[in-house]
C-alpha cells in the first residue's frame, strides 16, 4: 500500500479520507432513510380500509350531541331546531352495534319525543353497499329516556338493551360517496321503503340518510300514501345536524322565533315527529 507525503495535505488534488467516508456515509443514511419512509408511506396508502372500518366509522359519526339549529334560523317556517342525541348502547355478538338515540325539542332535551335503536353493521358481501342501518322500536322506551345522559350505571345493561329491541321499522343502506362531494356517506331505504301508517293516510315511508365530515348528519324521512303522494315530512330536504357545544342547547337566553307559523301546522310536516 503507498503512502503519500504530508505536504500533499490540504493539497486542492487531493482530499481528506475521513471526509470522504463521512461523506458516504451519511449519503447511505439518506437513501435508507427515503427507501424506508417510501415504503411505509406506500403502504398506508394502499392499506384497504376494511368492511368493519366502514362500520365504525359511520357508527362514530351517529353517535354524540347534533342540533339542527343553523337550519332553523335560515327557513324558521319548515323546520325546527331539533336536538339529536345518541351513544353506544350494546355490542351484537356478531360485532354489530347498537346504538340509543332520542330527538327533542332544543328548550326540552331532557323529553324526547322519538326514541329507536340503531344497529350499524357492514353490509352483506352480495349487496352493492358498505354499511347497512337498521332503526328498530325500543320495548319500553320510556326506561330508556335521557339514556345518554345518565352514568353508566344508571343506565339499562348491554344484555338488557339487547332484550329490549324491538319492531324492526326500517334499513339504510349506505356507499361511500364519489370523489369530490361533501359526504362520506350516503344512501336510502329502497324505492318501496318500509310499511308506514303513521298519519295522514300513509302506506310508507322512506328515509335518507348523509354522514357528512366532522360528524355531521343529514337525515329525511317522509310518508306517502298508494298513489305515491307524499303525506307527512318536511318536502325542502333532509334535517341537516351538526355538532354543537354542550353548552349552546341550555341557552335560553338565545331564543330562535318560530312565529311567522302555527306550531301545530309545523309539526304536523316535520319529519322527526312521524313514523
Known amino acids: 500500500m503507498c503512502t503519500g507525503s504530508d505536504s500533499g495535505l490540504g493539497s486542492d488534488s487531493k482530499s481528506d479520507p475521513d471526509s470522504n467516508g463521512w461523506s458516504r456515509a451519511r449519503g447511505a443514511v439518506l437513501k435508507s432513510l427515503v427507501l424506508v419512509g ?38 324558521p ?24 338515540f332520542e330527538q327533542a325539542f332544543w328548550r326540552t332535551p331532557h323529553k324526547p319525543f322519538r326514541q ?27 326506561e330508556y329516556k ?35 362531494k361533501r359526504c362520506l356517506y350516503e344512501g336510502s331505504t329502497p324505492a318501496d321503503g318500509f310499511p308506514n301508517s303513521w298519519q295522514n293516510g300513509a302506506t310508507y315511508c322512506t328515509s335518507e340518510l348523509a354522514v357528512l365530515k366532522n360528524n355531521e ?15 307527512w315530512g318536511v318536502k325542502g330536504g333532509p334535517y ?13 337566553l338565545n331564543p330562535l322565533s318560530f312565529a311567522s307559523q302555527p306550531l301545530g301546522k309545523r309539526i304536523e310536516g316535520s319529519f322527526v315527529l312521524q313514523e
Open 38 to 75: 417510501g415504503a411505509l408511506l406506500l403502504r398506508r396508502l394502499t392499506k384497504s380500509t376494511t368492511r368493519w372500518d366502514h362500520a365504525r366509522i359511520v357508527a362514530e359519526s351517529l353517535n354524540g350531541e347534533k342540533f339542527s339549529k343553523e337550519q332553523a334560523v335560515r327557513d
Open 77 to 100: 317556517d319548515n323546520y325546527f331546531n331539533f336536538r339529536w342525541l345518541s351513544c353506544p348502547a350494546a355490542d351484537m355478538v356478531d360485532g354489530s352495534k347498537v346504538l340509543y
Open 116 to 142: 329507536r335503536f340503531f344497529m350499524v353493521k357492514p353490509c352483506a358481501k352480495e349487496l352493492k353497499c358498505d354499511v347497512e342501518v337498521s332503526t328498530y322500536a325500543i320495548r319500553d322506551a320510556e
Open 146 to 180: 335521557n339514556f345518554c345522559d345518565r352514568p353508566r350505571d344508571q343506565r339499562p345493561q348491554p344484555e338488557e338493551v339487547i332484550g329490549d329491541i324491538a319492531e324492526h321499522l326500517t334499513t339504510i343502506h349506505l356507499k361511500r360517496c364519489e370523489r369530490g
Open 217 to 231: 348528519i343529514h337525515a329525511w324521512d317522509r310518508g306517502f300514501d298508494d298513489d305515491g303522494n307524499q303525506v
Open 240 to 252: 341537516e345536524f351538526k355538532p354543537a357545544p354542550s353548552s349552546s342547547f341550555n341557552d335560553v
